[in-house]
């Protein structure tokens, strides 16, 4: 838009300054829009106003700030006219002159125009034209009007038909439906309520937002269904006094049976047993609350878990909703090791169906999770010594974890007769001596009951000095020649040991308590002579003893052996004469055959094999010699031969057959006559008594070895039997709490035999029921084998049985008696694992509720038990030796409902550390009635507009009481109703309006509301107050109004503050506060100079005024009324300040320096005195005078033109 510069013509001539700022001014605002050239401009750019929809023609729009053009010359004839966008013509411009400003008024043309309808187009902006006529000035501006909103419209329901099904059980104050609707008005004109056509008690309707609550008790069996109608009520059209409906819609609510509970699962898990066939790994169980179909199962499923498809639900069971998980096919354990977690859900067959909320059961991989029973060992490898007799412990097997049903058996088998098993404990023993099976490995096969589970154990047998060393023969005999050298064997002894090692090594030595003149090789047996042997003077035999002797340990073994050495007589000794020398006489008649004498000899080789024979002197033949007897005998007679007198020198020897004796000599004398019969004299050699002498030694050595021989076996004889010492008692106790491997006692015995025949064994043959006890085969320790118990078993008879190792074997027993003491080792144990009592609240103090008890298995203080309740509790106590728990604190369920104690049990050991065991016991609280309703919270604040329909619920009551039951069921009244214009639901504590209210008539109420309990015997109640707030709806119709849109007024200046100016008046149609008027000044040049009067619109001075320095002031009044939403409207005051001669004429300078001429001519004009006077009356008037500095009369000044002259006389 162009904008077209002018000047201003026809005005006065300004000052230079005037001029100046004016141009500048008309600088600044150039191509500014609404301006004009040189002032010539509207005072803003755009306007904002309004008018409402549907206004009668010749209607002014409304703004708040003064629409228009200042007037820089009054004069100026200004037109407006509006150039664009009213294209329907709505609108026309007016233009109204006060005082220096042209108004721009528009307003609504009359006629056949069209109505303004805000719904149509609610916003125009004229674009408005101002001139001056007959002259080239223009000026531009925006007026936007907004077009306000009238209620014009109702609203409208859509849909207009709802329906909707709840359950029965559905809680008071669910929302169960909205209702909605419209209406194309704004504002407080396009709101509306919702009510309901006819009264209802079940249901209520917000009023604003249309949700449909449930607000009393449904009953199926009652009424299944309601016909609900719903108004919509436009707010505005009760504020005009019209209560037409715009609307109506219909709500059907259909109520159903409920299927209230959905299912429930109950999943127990199992673990199954490995054997069975048809494994079972959970138990399900499904219960519903409802009754009838709804309470009935339909099924039962895996919805997750099982993507193999493994597993199924079975129902069986006792139970009627009883369902087991079972394997539909092996189980793939080792894809899934950790196990499945599997998916349940019921569903019932209610209508609605309901489903159970899943529920995830964990089948745990059997293999994983369950500990398997096992032996400890897979193999067990033990040995024991060979020396070992029946009784001695061997192994202890065990399965772990081991089952109290546990039975261990040994498998049938050739080695299971040496041994026993203790079936319960495990413990393996000898049954017989194993010495005299010649095994080095047993192996032994050991199971459970069931014979599932195998273990073995292998027996390593070790090598005792049990064998004796046996020689190959039973006895040994040689032969040896009295002649062999020194150093001779003579023969060999063998002996084996099957032992083993130093037990099997043998060493062989003569047992002999004689000189032998034999030695034996310790090493090889070899026998040989130690000494020259002589078969005249030593044994003929000798028999000793060859003993065999192992390297063994503790003792040797060893064993004996008859030797026989006879020594061979050789032929080494030659005969000896016992008589030589000898010499006799014999008659000459000497009888032939005659004994003459005899000769002896002695061979100590051959004592009867000696032969005589004569050498010599024998050679006529007279005598003859008998070899065998050496009798001499007369051969051939003498007398015949002659012979009277005569000499024979005979030489006589005496053989052996090897050896000559020395001969000797027989002197034989012949004579004439009678001889005696002794003629005959030897000398004596006494060989025969030396012979004697020898065989004498002989016989005592042989008597000797003859002797040895019944000794023989005197240290080898198992004479004696094991003895217990006179010590072992009878009977002896321990502790139950005696650790494995502790001593007990040490039973002494002895065997007087020597080595192994006295080397004493101990073991338990009987009496170990429990294996408790072991006692060590060498020393006779007895120990602590396996825990006792005594409240197992108090008293063992233990068979103590002692063996020697002597061969036959035997054996002693006696009989030992183990009392097994208490010791503090069990712990008192409760009769239930849990307790639970149910007492009622009102239970007084004292009141005794259960007795607990638990029981110690052990004796004397060990086993006394007393109670105590561990749980930190004033309400509960217990009596510490009877069990008995008894109300110590008064009860209340409300503050707590139930708990939770522990209770302890502990023993009264006075030694050691005491045991105790804890058990739960839960007390349930059964209600009393003795709680009154309490009103949440304890009294109500509302605020209720006035306007609202009949029915509405403007308060919901809530009452808490904690009792159960009855006692719980709260019913509600009102005490004052305030003559029927509240109501309240005595289920629900919903109250309503059931009268119009009138803010203007009452602004509170105060309500007075009961709650009571159904308790039996005695109801409680409780009483609260509701305080109702009326609020004010806005019913300010009409807005105030002027008679004019503008008012001149004048006031002089320097008038007192104060002063009335003029007084503006509106008028409001309302009644009441609405229609009540305050007045104000809000805007204008005059605001702070200026009051207003609030309640009578007289406007007065608020400052003194100076006409010279503001001759005019433009005022906004606003006239508000006092509405709930105020309305107001708005007079423009011109007040022109009237002149007062309040101030002095001023010259143009304060100080003058003319010059002028000596001799100067009279009147001469000096200077000219310019003056002016603020005062617009006073200007004209001025009169001038020279005051002082004159005195000589040299000047002098014209009143009127204020020229100084000179001169009235020469300078």
């Known amino acids: 838009m162009d904008i077209i510069m002018g000047y201003c013509v026809g005005t006065r001539p300004p000052s230079c300054l005037i001029l100046l700022l004016l141009k500048l001014l008309a600088t600044l605002s150039q191509g500014l829009p609404g301006t004009g050239p040189l002032g010539f401009h509207f005072t803003h750019s755009i306007y904002n106003a309004t008018v409402y929809e549907n206004s009668a023609a010749r209607t002014y729009v409304n703004s708040q700030s003064r629409m228009g053009i200042t007037l820089i010359d009054l004069s100026w004839d200004i037109k407006y006219r509006i150039v664009s966008g009213d294209e329907e013509g709505f609108f026309k411009a007016e233009e109204v002159i006060i005082a220096d400003f042209c108004f721009l008024r528009i307003r609504t043309k009359g006629g056949n125009s069209a109505i303004l309808n805000r719904e149509i187009q609610d916003n125009y902006l004229l674009i408005v034209k101002g001139s001056v006529r007959g002259e080239d000035l223009e000026a531009w501006t925006k007026v936007s ?191 899934f090791p950790y196990g499945y977690n599997l998916t349940l859900q019921a569903k019932d067959k209610g209508s609605p169906q309901k489903f159970s909320a899943v529920k995830i ?173 002589d078969f005249e003077s030593s044994p003929e035999t000798y028999r000793f003893v060859v003993r065999a002797s192992d390297w063994g340990s503790p003792y040797r073994h060893e064993s004996e052996v008859n030797v026989t050495i006879r020594v061979g007589n050789v032929n080494d000794n030659s005969p000896l004469f016992e008589k030589v020398a000898c010499q006799g006489v014999i008659s000459y008649d000497f009888p032939v055959g005659g004994h003459i004498t005899a000769v002896s000899a002695i061979d100590i080789d051959e004592l009867e094999l000696v032969k005589y024979k004569i050498i010599s002197g024998n050679e006529l033949g007279f005598f003859y010699l008998n070899p065998d007897s050496g009798v001499l005998q007369l051969k051939k007679s003498l007398m ?95 502790k139950e709490n005696l650790p494995v491997g502790a001593n007990i006692l040490k039973i002494k015995a002895y065997d007087s035999d020597s080595g192994f025949n006295g080397k004493v064994l101990f073991t338990i043959s009987d009496g170990n029921v429990d294996s408790c006890f072991n006692i060590d085969m060498e020393t006779g320790q007895l120990q602590v084998l396996m825990p006792m118990d005594r409240e197992h078993r108090d008293l063992y008879l233990l068979n103590i049985t002692i063996y020697d190792l002597g061969n036959p074997q035997k054996s002693s027993w006696r009989l030992l008696t183990i009392n097994v003491e208490d010791a503090n080792d069990n712990s008192p144990v409760f009769l239930q694992d849990s307790y639970s009592v149910n007492i009622l609240e009102s239970s007084s103090i004292g009141t005794e509720i259960i007795q607990v008890e638990a029981r110690d298995k052990d004796l004397g203080s060990n086993g006394e038990v007393t109670y105590s309740v561990l749980t930190d509790t004033q309400q509960f106590a217990i009596n510490s030796s009877t069990g008995i728990v008894y109300i110590a604190d008064q009860l209340d369920r409300e503050s707590k409902a139930n708990y939770s104690l522990k209770i302890e049990a502990r023993d ?97 109420y105060n309500l007075t509301v009961r709650a009571k309990d159904k308790g039996r015997p005695v109801s409680l109640s409780s009483v609260s107050f509701v305080e109702v707030e009326v609020v004010d709806v806005n019913e300010n119709l009409h807005t105030p109004y002027f008679p004019d849109f503008a008012v001149v007024g004048s006031v002089k200046e320097n008038s007192r503050i104060g002063t009335s100016v003029l007084q503006v008046t509106a008028h409001d149609e309302d009644s009441g506060r609405d229609g009540e008027i305050q007045y104000s000044i809000r805007d204008g040049s005059g605001l702070g100079r200026f009051n207003i009067d609030d309640e009578s619109g007289v406007v007065s001075t608020a400052d003194i005024l100076d006409r010279e320095t503001t001759g005019s002031y433009w005022l906004t009044v606003y006239a508000t009324d006092r509405g709930v939403v105020p309305l107001y409207s708005t007079i423009e005051v011109y007040i022109e300040i009237e002149d007062v001669n309040d101030n002095a004429p001023l010259t143009s300078e304060p100080i003058y320096y003319p010059v002028v001429m000596e001799n100067s001519p009279k009147d001469v004009s000096v200077i000219q005195i310019q003056a002016e006077d603020p005062d617009s009356s006073s200007n004209e008037k001025l009169t001038y005078r020279i005051t002082s500095g004159n005195p000589q009369n040299f000047f002098a000044i014209n009143i009127k033109t204020v020229f100084l002259g000179c001169c009235n006389k020469i300078l």
């Not at 039975?407 to 080695?415: A, K």
């Not at 002894?493 to 043998?506: F, H, L, M, P, R």
């Not at 006075?910 to 349930?924: A, H, I, W």
């Not at 009452?959 to 069921?969: A, K, R, V």
């Open 145 to 335: 009007i907004q077009v306000l909103d009238m209620n014009d419209l109702r609203p409208l329901f859509s849909p207009t038909t709802y329906s909707v099904t709840i359950a029965e059980n559905t809680p008071l104050r669910t929302s169960v439906a909205q209702v909605t609707a419209t209406d194309a008005d704004i504002g407080s004109n396009g709101e509306f309520y919702y009510y309901f056509k006819n009264k209802v008690e079940l249901f209520s309707v917000h009023p604003t937002s249309g949700v449909i609550s449930l607000s009393g008790r449904l009953n199926y069996d009652e009424k299944s269904r309601y016909d609900l109608e719903i108004l919509a009520v436009d707010r505005g059209m009760k504020l005009y006094g019209n209560n037409g409906v715009s609307s109506t819609a219909k709500l059907y609510v259909h109520v159903e049976r409920v299927n209230e509970h959905a299912p429930a699962l109950h999943v127990v898990a199992h673990v199954p047993f490995s054997l069975d066939t048809e494994p079972v790994y959970a138990v399900v169980t499904a219960d519903d609350l409802d009754e009838g179909a709804n309470g009935e199962i339909e099924s039962v499923s895996i919805v997750a878990g099982d993507p193999l498809d493994q597993f199924f639900l079975a129902k069986e069971g006792k139970w009627v909703n009883e369902y087991r998980i079972k394997e539909k096919k092996p189980v793939d354990w080792e894809s």
């Open 361 to 533: 059961v964990h089948i745990a991989n059997p293999k994983r999770d369950t500990v398997p029973v096992r032996f400890e060992k897979e193999a067990y490898e033990v040995s024991i010594s060979e020396f070992s007799p029946p009784g001695v412990v061997v192994a202890i097997v065990k399965l772990s974890p081991e089952p109290l049903d546990v039975e261990y058996r040994l498998s049938p088998g050739e080695d299971a007769q040496y041994f026993k098993i203790n079936p319960q404990s495990g413990l393996i023993v000898t049954a017989q001596p194993l010495n005299t099976i010649k095994k080095e490995v047993y192996k032994l096969g050991v199971t459970n009951k069931e014979g599932d589970l195998k273990t073995q154990v292998t027996i390593s047998i070790e090598d005792a000095n049990d064998h004796t060393p046996e020689f190959q023969q039973p006895l040994y005999e040689a032969f040896v020649n009295e002649s062999v050298p020194v150093g001779t064997s003579v023969l060999t002894v063998s002996a084996s040991d099957k032992d083993k090692g130093e037990n099997g090594y043998i060493t062989y030595s003569i047992a002999s308590l004689n000189v032998l003149p034999f030695a034996i090789n310790q090493f090889t047996g070899v026998i040989s002579t130690t000494e020259e042997l």
């Open 640 to 734: 015949n031969a002659g012979i009277k007198n005569g000499n024979f020198a005979l030489r006589i020897t005496a053989t052996d057959g090897e050896n000559l004796a020395d001969p000797m000599s027989v002197n034989i004398s012949v004579l004439h006559g009678k001889v005696s019969s002794k003629s005959f004299s030897c000398r004596e050699t006494r060989v025969a008594q030396k012979l004697a002498e020898k065989l004498l030694i002989k016989a005592k050595a042989n008597g000797k070895l003859n002797l040895e021989d019944g000794f023989l076996d005197f240290y080898s004889v198992n004479r004696q039997g094991p003895h217990f010492d006179k010590s072992f008692p009878s009977d002896v106790a321990v």
């Open 908 to 1004: 009264k050991a006075e030694s050691g550390q005491q045991l105790f065991s804890v058990v739960t016991l839960k007390v349930f609280l059964d209600d009393v009635n003795d709680c009154s309703p309490a009103f949440i919270p304890s009294s109500y604040s509302v605020k209720v507009l006035e306007d609202l329909p009949v029915g509405t619920v403007i308060a919901w009551l809530e009452t808490h009481d904690p009792d159960l039951g009855l006692g719980g069921q709260v019913r509600y009244s009102l005490v004052n109703d305030y003559n029927g214009r509240f109501e309240i639901d005595k289920a629900s504590g919903a109250i309503r309006l059931s009268r119009e209210l009138d803010y203007e008539k009452q602004q509170f």
